[in-house]
């Protein structure tokens, strides 16, 4: 059963400090996407990775977010400084995209991130 | 700017009726459209998708409705059983960036039994 794993599930930390969010994309799967839930906007995608390459975080803050695929299993978000606001629920999904065509996305169950 | 919307945060459904969510868009070159459903502590799951090329797709209890010309779809379910209780998110994406997807910000639906 293949499924998109994220590490950690909880993370609590104090502001100012650095959180790095895991994600394992289902075997096979070249686009990984992040995305980010808060209770006002919904799902805000963050950036998305095609073949490991960065096609797009235009939807994350720049100066403290960054996105990073080391190899095809493993997809990382890093905060540096953590910021109280940046609290919320991250997910990671993983889908197949063949020429034109985006397959659908598969979710992990998520980072859930409070920052004190 | 969000380009798609759900503008009910809630909906309640008697268990064996039919439960009616909405969403809108902004965006004309959105072709795909999906609907999502999350339980909690849980990542968001595929349900149905729909094409541009149709305005019907129809997955057991699950219909997706759309209309281009109203830059609106819906999705029903019938009949609604409690264990639907959940929050369902719609998803468009276009031939302009056919790998991002543009989500609304969710409904949550409780049946109640």
């Known amino acids: 059963d293949a499924r998109v794993t994220q590490t950690p599930r909880h993370k609590v930390t104090e502001m100012g400090q650095e959180v790095t969010m895991r994600c394992q994309p289902i075997l096979g799967h070249n686009t990984v996407f992040w995305y980010r839930q808060t209770m006002m906007q919904g799902l805000e995608l963050l950036a998305y990775f095609r073949n490991r390459a960065p096609l797009d975080d235009s939807g994350m803050p720049k100066d403290r977010f960054s996105a990073e695929m080391p190899d095809a299993t493993l997809a990382t978000l890093k905060i540096q400084p953590s910021e109280p606001r940046d609290s919320a629920v991250y997910f990671c999904?993983?889908?197949?995209?063949?020429?034109?065509?985006?397959?659908?996305?598969?979710f992990g169950p998520g980072t859930r991130l409070l920052v004190l | 700017d969000q380009q798609v919307k759900q503008n009910s945060p809630s909906l309640s459904v008697q268990e064996g009726r039919i439960s009616i969510l909405n969403c809108d868009y902004t965006?004309?070159?959105?072709?795909?459209f999906l609907w999502y459903k999350k339980y909690p502590a849980e990542g968001p799951t595929f349900l149905i998708s729909?094409?541009?090329?149709?305005d019907k797709n129809e997955d057991g209890r699950f219909t997706v409705f759309l209309n281009k010309s109203a830059k609106h779809l819906s999705l029903h379910i019938v009949p609604s059983q409690p264990g639907d209780s959940a929050v369902y998110f719609c998803?468009?994406?276009?031939?302009?960036?056919?790998?991002?997807?543009?989500f609304g910000s969710g409904t949550k639906l409780n049946v109640k039994p």
């Open positions: 998803a468009a994406s276009g031939i302009h960036n056919f790998n991002k997807f543009y």
């Open positions: 999904a993983s889908g197949l995209a063949a020429g034109q065509l985006q397959e659908t996305q598969y």
């Open positions: 729909i094409s541009s090329i149709k």
């Open positions: 965006n004309s070159m959105f072709d795909y």
